[in-house]
């Protein structure tokens, strides 16, 4: 055992005092705080919002206080190839809408993972994992594939933002704090071994489930109309569409023909290997979570091949990472915090990841790159947080910081190559429910 000894803190501190620079910095930066104190203009002189591939997108879009980027992310995608194909203007799909299914059938996946865990103690790192968030906001790519197979899409008009869509602090807190009161009932059933009474209980637990939601966020649409104006002024409509064929109709995107790609360069996880995480999903028999492990290099020819073919990249990060949310720059010099503090902050991307000190917590969208000499040395990011931030909401991300900080992408099977697809293809390595690949952006 070492404790700290009174001498030790003097001596701490006289060499702190009689360090010139960093008392003349102590006064900065108690004042104006860290990262405006370490902000390094260089950054935003390197990474110019200007590319050589720039895909022509709407306006950004603004999931508010809420999780939701993932689904931003999945729905600005298809947005951008409709806007093109049917010459819409400022059009979005409902991401109220989705968050109703998701937070719907997460509610019965957790459900189907207590009553899979039901035999251990509550106290069992599975079961409190379980119950330490039974359902969040965020998603995986696979997930939100299971929403739209199932459920469809429609305009944003269809069925607008509501205020608890917007802002889920309360939401998540009542739909947690009943989905706790359920797990403790069905244990309970559980225990007794009568499967009838178990799927009766949840049954009517699912309709706790559905009027809390439609409440909060309001009835999901069965039939609608789509009327619009083209950029041209002509008018459209189509009658009494459901989700599901408003989908097939317009978005008309084969989401099987996609495949999640991640760069985890952790002992643990092996290139060219395919990858699950336990418990981790939305939709009960919907599309497994499975990642194909990929080498940083051929990760980011795949995102250029498909930027040059004209669409748009869904991609996963750690966006808090040395990042400018105001001017939008994601760079590895956006703060010299080395500088700052005298201490070297240096990890690798596979000791950040073992180490708890970063993982995925973020979704947008890859709508460019600035590709010099056969490489890729800055992106252009479709971000969801509104126009008042970065370029009127994009983002300028360094091909430096991508390397260490991107995690995921999603990108078409057929730029696979033979081997590639068969790793894919090939029984998954099963991660841990906690395994930071298993990280909700």
């Known amino acids: 055992m070492t404790k700290i000894t009174e001498e030790q803190t003097k001596h701490y501190r006289d060499s702190f005092l009689a360090n010139q620079k960093q008392v003349a910095l102590q006064r900065g930066v108690v004042k104006n705080g860290i990262t405006a104190s370490a902000e390094n203009v260089a950054a935003h002189v390197e990474n110019t919002p200007v590319f050589s591939i720039d895909l022509a997108t709407g306006k950004v879009a603004n999931q508010k206080q809420s999780g939701r980027c993932w689904m931003f992310a999945a729905l600005n995608t298809f947005r951008h190839k409709m806007l093109q194909q049917f010459k819409l203007k400022d059009f979005e799909l409902s991401q109220n809408y989705t968050f109703f299914w998701d937070k719907y059938e997460k509610a019965n996946y957790f459900y189907e993972n207590i009553l899979a865990t039901a035999d251990q103690e509550a106290s069992s790192r599975e ?78 637990m699912l309709q706790e489930v559905y009027t809390l939601l439609a409440t909060a966020l309001g009835t ?138 970063s993982l995925m917590t973020h979704a947008m969208v890859l709508t460019g790159v600035d590709v010099v000499d056969g490489k890729s040395t800055k992106w252009k990011v479709e971000n969801s947080w509104g126009e008042k931030v970065g370029e009127k909401g994009f983002f300028v991300m360094s091909d430096a910081w991508m390397d260490e900080y991107t995690y995921q992408i999603v990108v078409r099977k057929d730029y696979l190559t033979t081997e590639q697809l068969a790793a894919f293809e090939a029984e998954p390595v099963v991660l841990a429910p906690w395994d930071p690949m298993g990280a909700l952006a």
């Not at 409190?128 to 594939?145: H, N, S």
């Not at 807190?173 to 009932?185: E, F, I, Q, S």
């Not at 290139?271 to 939305?282: A, D, E, F, I, K």
């Open 127 to 204: 079961v409190a994992f379980l119950l330490q968030t039974p359902q969040q906001d965020g998603g995986q790519w696979d997930m939100i594939v299971s929403l739209f197979q199932k459920y469809g899409v429609v305009p944003k008009a269809v069925m607008p933002e509501s205020s608890n869509s917007s802002n889920s602090r309360d939401l998540n807190k009542y739909l947690n704090k009943l989905l706790r009161k359920h797990a403790v009932v069905l244990r309970k059933l559980a225990a007794g071994k009568d499967e009838a009474a178990v799927e009766a209980k949840r049954k009517e």
């Open 220 to 357: 999901p649409p069965e039939v609608f109309d789509f009327e619009y104006r083209d950029e041209e002024q002509n008018y459209h409509i189509d009658q009494q569409l459901t989700p599901q064929s408003f989908y097939e109709k317009y978005v008309g995107v084969n989401l099987d023909d996609y495949v999640s790609i991640i760069n985890a360069p952790t002992a643990d996880k092996p290139y060219n290997r395919s990858y699950t995480v336990s418990m981790l999903g939305n939709v009960v028999g919907g599309a497994p979570v499975k990642y194909l492990n990929l080498d940083m290099e051929t990760f980011k020819q795949l995102a250029v091949k498909q930027l040059k073919d004209g669409e748009s990249v869904w991609f996963g990060c750690d966006v808090g990472q040395s990042s400018t949310r105001d001017s939008g720059i994601m760079a590895l010099n956006a703060y010299d915090i080395d500088d700052l503090f005298e201490a070297d902050f240096t990890m690798t991307k596979a000791e950040r990841l073992d180490y708890g000190d």
